[in-house]
């Protein structure tokens, strides 16, 4: 007879159950080697068309997507001219970015290289040319709301930490700049410097990632112990970072010899770059630029050469 409220469960069974609980389940890495680490798939690639040279892309929280073009040189990396304005595409939504409905453009922007969104859907462009400045656009994203401009040399890649600050790379200032309250009364400070060429930056947590394009390397710093690299990847000219997940992805000009033949993105671990490259995604047509990641995981690359943004399925 079974006493009300209790379960007998012989001690065979018990040790039973208890090693098929252990066996389905595992414990989760804390240095990104599990199974839950991996890059997104180089297979399964879709085409996003009816892009004059594409730079910048990003994914705001709510999905809101930009694309940036750039005019100051031709298809091929030949240059053109300094300081040339050129078409920001902003689609409130996904669905207009797969059916190429750009619901609101944006003229008159120098040289837009970087673009990302902040947790609150403001929009920051960097006018890396001219203006040499960051501008930011509050919804509905109608016109300016200020332009940070503090001494910028070519002004290229931004990226926020979980507190909202602004970092961005002053590709020809050296440095990396942090600013404080970037809506309100921005404060900026000299986070890195004798830097050499940075033109990108990537923050996971408590580190900040720097593209050193002259120096064909990428940088990781403790953001609040700055003064050496916690960690040096070696690759020929990168341009542009972004992280998702346990996952740092690089884009790269290749080497820089009569032309830019070996573009390419590469996937490394966040926490271990130097544990090699994860996944490649290769076969653009010339300049890769612009790397970002949905909502979903998904994968997209700006395509300079071939005037396109490409998706990789998660």
Same mark, same amino acid.
């Given at each position: 007879?079974?006493?009300?409220?209790?379960?007998?469960?012989?001690?065979? %069974?018990?040790?039973?159950?208890?090693?098929?609980?252990?066996?389905?389940?595992?414990?989760?890495? &804390?240095?990104?080697?599990?199974?839950?680490?991996?890059?997104?798939?180089?297979?399964?690639?879709?085409? =996003?068309?009816?892009?004059?040279?594409?730079?910048?892309?990003?994914?705001?929280?709510?999905?809101?997507? %930009?694309? #940036?073009?750039? =005019?100051? *040189?031709?298809?091929?990396?030949?240059?053109?001219?300094?300081?040339?304005?050129?078409?920001?595409?902003?689609?409130?939504?996904?669905?207009?970015?797969?059916?190429?409905?750009?619901?609101?453009?944006?003229?008159?922007?120098?040289?837009?290289?970087?673009?990302?969104?902040?947790?609150?859907?403001?929009?920051?462009?960097?006018?890396?040319?001219?203006?040499?400045?960051?501008?930011?656009?509050? +919804? +509905?994203?109608?016109?300016?709301?200020?332009?940070?401009?503090?001494?910028?040399?070519?002004? =290229?890649?931004?990226?926020?930490?979980?507190?909202?600050?602004?970092?961005?790379?002053?590709?020809?200032?050296?440095?990396?700049?942090?600013?404080?309250?970037?809506?309100?009364?921005?404060?900026?400070?000299?986070?890195?410097?004798?830097?050499?060429?940075?033109?990108?930056?990537?923050?996971?947590?408590?580190?900040?990632?720097?593209?050193?394009?002259?120096?064909? =390397?990428?940088?990781?710093?403790?953001?609040?112990?700055?003064?050496?690299?916690?960690?040096?990847?070696?690759?020929?000219?990168?341009?542009?970072?972004?992280?998702?997940?346990? *996952?740092?992805?690089? !884009?790269?000009?290749?080497?820089?010899?009569?032309?830019?033949? !070996?573009?390419?993105?590469?996937?490394?671990?966040?926490?271990? *770059?130097?544990?090699?490259?994860?996944?490649?995604?290769?076969?653009? &047509?010339?300049? #890769?630029?612009?790397?970002?990641?949905?909502?979903?995981?998904?994968?997209?690359?700006?395509?300079?050469?071939?005037?396109?943004?490409?998706?990789?399925?998660?």
């Amino acid at each position: 007879m079974k006493k009300k409220g209790t379960i007998l469960i012989y001690p065979f %069974v018990f040790m039973a159950v208890l090693i098929l609980f252990s066996a389905g389940c595992k414990k989760k890495s &804390t240095t990104g080697s599990s199974d839950e680490c991996a890059a997104v798939s180089n297979s399964g690639v879709s085409y =996003r068309d009816g892009f004059d040279r594409p730079v910048a892309i990003a994914f705001s929280p709510a999905q809101k997507v %930009v694309v #940036t073009e750039y =005019r100051g *040189m031709d298809y091929l990396g030949n240059y053109i001219a300094y300081g040339l304005t050129a078409p920001v595409k902003i689609f409130l939504n996904t669905a207009d970015f797969y059916s190429n409905t750009v619901d609101i453009p944006l003229a008159g922007i120098y040289a837009p290289e970087a673009a990302a969104f902040d947790a609150n859907e403001n929009l920051y462009i960097t006018q890396t040319e001219t203006t040499a400045g960051v501008s930011i656009f509050q +919804p +509905p994203y109608s016109a300016i709301f200020k332009t940070i401009q503090s001494g910028f040399n070519n002004p =290229r890649g931004i990226a926020f930490d979980g507190s909202g600050n602004l970092y961005l790379a002053d590709d020809g200032g050296g440095r990396i700049v942090k600013i404080s309250n970037p809506l309100g009364v921005d404060a900026e400070a000299d986070l890195i410097t004798g830097l050499n060429s940075p033109k990108a930056v990537a923050i996971s947590g408590n580190f900040i990632f720097i593209a050193e394009y002259d120096a064909n =390397r990428v940088t990781k710093y403790n953001i609040a112990s700055p003064a050496a690299p916690a960690e040096t990847f070696s690759i020929d000219h990168p341009i542009d970072l972004h992280v998702s997940g346990c *996952m740092l992805y690089i !884009s790269t000009h290749g080497v820089n010899v009569g032309g830019y033949g !070996s573009s390419k993105v590469v996937a490394v671990k966040a926490d271990n *770059m130097n544990a090699g490259i994860q996944k490649d995604y290769t076969g653009f &047509t010339g300049i #890769t630029f612009g790397i970002a990641t949905d909502q979903a995981g998904n994968l997209f690359i700006s395509d300079f050469s071939g005037g396109k943004i490409r998706k990789y399925l998660k």
